[in-house]
């Protein structure tokens, strides 16, 4: 166990020694302590904690609850920044704030000046009002030293109850049955995690909590907790008595905005902030779970990063503003992956609700989509694809038709071929949503040296709340690294060009004129105006159409070994390349009328998608995986289409040739 920390002093600060004062030393606390020293470097901070802990991260409590980490990783990346500039007061809480004179008082009632003050005060648990809830082994799981208690409490108790259905209620649930602890939850609404699921998603949460022995009772309320001085047992509305040795009240919670009201800063449910996080007092600013913006609060920790982003950026003489956060919640405990994210309440019409369901296999799927774009999702049970998904709902991305159609049938947005790799998504997409950290963030602390898991985790803070991101920063780790370019990508390159370029010149370039005198014993023109010699072009032509087309083979007859599959590839180029210097022989730049001039627009277009699609061959290593591969597809499939044509537009023109 880590002991209690003693409190560090420091001297104390009159106003011309004034700094930014941060209150509240929960991860929010300190991420927006690292966020404003990034930026300066040297600007005075103090930072007040009123526990007697060093700060830690409250999303891991359930984990450790359970057993299923140490407590070692609680403090993991929530170190202060390494700066002289930054005093800490842990165990130490502020008791008064002064928006007079720009100061506040701590519990020792010494007084500290700020230029500006920054309230992350966090939330506290909402006690309902029932008969018994100061009975002993009665809690409320909201902070390290309710966990410490849980822990000690773990190996007593044989039967448990939880009053409150919610994540946090569930993660609880699950967490006291390590010791074998018989858990029964108690929700007062008609489902479990009334907020983020819908009736059939909280159906197949409940039939998986059934299966590991949760018992769960909804549409019921807790009338009394008996017990002399210890808990007995609970007494809910309809009169029934179950015999419990443990509550832990999961009945939501509340921001703390006591300190905020009694210094005349405004509150409602939270203390109430404008776009740029600041209160109705001049340079006081809130962050987290305390805060209200346009008339809400966020229980979860991801949009507390924001505002602390925000915030900093603001005090850095940045214009930035905070227009509210898209909340994904992840229940991280049980072994059933359970996701919600963006608008999936009851209020959505089920005209915009595309649904999917796996009874077997205890899978269900939801998506909302309004006016053609992501807004919402709902899951339960493994997917592979919801960290795309979550960050399609962040962006609102547009979902096409068939997209929608593949969803309901087959449960996935994206065909197998359409899986895209982390390292293709865009470089604003969001990875770990509990921070905010964007691939393009991880990407370049990769390219800066952070090669492993480890390291990018602990440059980037990526990873360090729920976890949940860490497979998809582990294979964006594995894909980032630069891949090699094709072989001999310079001379295929080279070739596709001037590829290219020929053809460009043949439908720019004028038909060459024919010969104003006829008295030289051979002329230039007599390539296309002497029936041998069109003849001879045109099945020159013809071969080397026949042969490119042969070389293709290569790729799709395995049996045939002969020579690398570079090689063959690098003639096929040439030879497309070649055809365009035969078809001058042939025509003079004529592109004809009717059908051949179909049959040179076709043959031409043929040519110049090749051309194209060795150019991307060539970059390919220089361009995102999955762009490559669709233009890579398009190409192959425009190759179909302009090629389709081609035989019986051939077969026309040496008939006319010959017939007339």
């Not at 010791?179 to 939850?185: A, Q, S």
């Not at 609060?297 to 930035?320: C, F, K, W």
């Amino acid at each position: 166990m880590v002991a209690a920390l003693e409190r560090q002093t420091a001297p104390l600060k009159n106003p011309h020694e004034s700094s930014v004062i941060i209150v509240g030393a929960g991860p929010v606390g300190i991420y927006c302590a690292h966020q404003l020293a990034e930026k300066q470097p040297e600007t005075p901070m103090t930072i007040f904690g009123g526990e007697c802990w060093q700060p830690y991260n409250r999303v891991k409590l359930t984990d450790f609850l359970s057993g299923s980490t140490k407590e070692s990783s609680l403090y993991k990346n929530l170190e202060l920044p390494n700066t002289p500039y930054i005093v800490s007061h842990w165990n130490n809480p502020i008791v008064e704030i002064d928006t007079e004179n720009r100061c506040v008082v701590d519990s020792y009632d010494e007084v500290h000046y700020y230029s500006e003050l920054v309230l992350a005060l966090g939330s506290k648990p909402r006690v309902p009002s029932i008969d018994g809830v100061d009975l002993q082994n009665v809690f409320t799981f909201r902070d390290m030293q309710e966990a410490q208690a849980l822990i000690g409490r773990q190996v007593s108790s044989r039967r448990t109850v939880v009053i409150g259905g919610g994540l946090l209620g569930i993660e609880a649930a699950h967490a006291m049955q390590r010791f074998n602890t018989e858990v029964i939850c108690i929700e007062h609404s008609s489902r479990l995690m009334f907020n983020q699921l819908d009736d059939h998603a909280t159906a197949f949460v409940e039939r998986y909590l059934a299966s590991i022995d949760i018992e769960v009772h909804t549409s019921q309320r807790v009338k009394k907790i008996h017990g002399t001085t210890k808990v007995e047992s609970i007494e809910l509305a309809d009169g029934e008595i179950i015999e419990c040795d443990t509550v832990i009240l999961s009945t939501g919670i509340q921001p703390n905005i006591e300190l905020a009201r009694n210094a005349g800063i405004h509150v409602g449910n939270g203390i109430k902030v404008d776009d740029h996080l600041l209160t109705n007092k001049p340079h006081v600013y809130a962050i987290g779970e305390c805060a209200e913006h346009r008339e809400k609060t966020y229980g979860i920790v991801a949009p507390g990063y924001e505002q602390a982003s925000v915030l900093a950026n603001r005090l850095d003489g940045i214009d930035a503003r905070y227009v509210g956060s898209t909340s994904a919640t992840n229940l991280k405990v049980l072994d059933y992956p359970v996701f919600s994210m963006g608008e999936n309440g009851d209020y959505v019409s089920s005209s915009y609700e595309y649904i999917y369901r796996d009874i077997k296999n205890n899978v269900y799927r939801k998506l909302v989509i309004f006016n053609g774009r992501l807004i919402g999702a709902i899951s339960t049970g493994p997917w592979k694809a919801k960290n795309r998904i979550q960050e399609a709902v962040a962006k609102q991305r547009h979902i096409w038709p068939w997209q929608r159609k593949h969803f309901v049938l087959h449960g996935e947005l994206w065909k197998d071929k359409e899986e895209q790799s982390i390292a293709e998504w865009p470089a604003n997409a969001t990875v770990c949503n509990c921070m905010g950290i964007t691939r393009g963030t991880l990407s370049n602390s990769i390219k800066a040296g952070n090669v492993t898991t480890e390291s990018l985790c602990k440059a980037t803070g990526a990873s360090s709340v729920c976890g949940s991101c860490q497979p998809l920063i582990h294979e964006l780790t594995q894909s980032d690294a630069p891949r090699p370019a094709v072989r001999m990508s310079f001379l295929i390159s080279a070739l596709a060009i001037a590829s290219i370029i020929a053809s460009f010149l043949l439908f720019v370039l004028p038909a060459m004129p024919y010969a104003g005198s006829v008295q030289s014993s051979w002329q230039l023109d007599d390539l296309w105006r002497i029936s041998l010699n069109k003849q001879i072009t045109g099945y020159v032509l013809l071969a080397l159409s026949v042969l490119i087309a042969l070389l293709s083979f290569r790729k799709r007859i395995k049996r045939f070994s002969f020579g690398s599959f570079a090689s063959w590839r690098l003639a096929h180029i040439a030879i497309g390349t070649l055809i365009f210097a035969v078809i001058f022989l042939h025509t003079g730049f004529r592109l004809g009328s009717g059908l051949n001039l179909v049959l040179m627009l076709t043959f031409s277009g043929l040519l110049l998608v090749g051309a194209v699609a060795s150019v991307i061959l060539s970059k390919e290593h220089l361009i995102p995986t999955m762009l490559a591969s669709k233009l890579r597809r398009t190409s192959v499939w425009t190759h179909i289409l302009l090629f389709w044509p081609i035989p019986t537009l051939l077969g026309f023109h040496i008939f006319k040739s010959y017939y007339f």
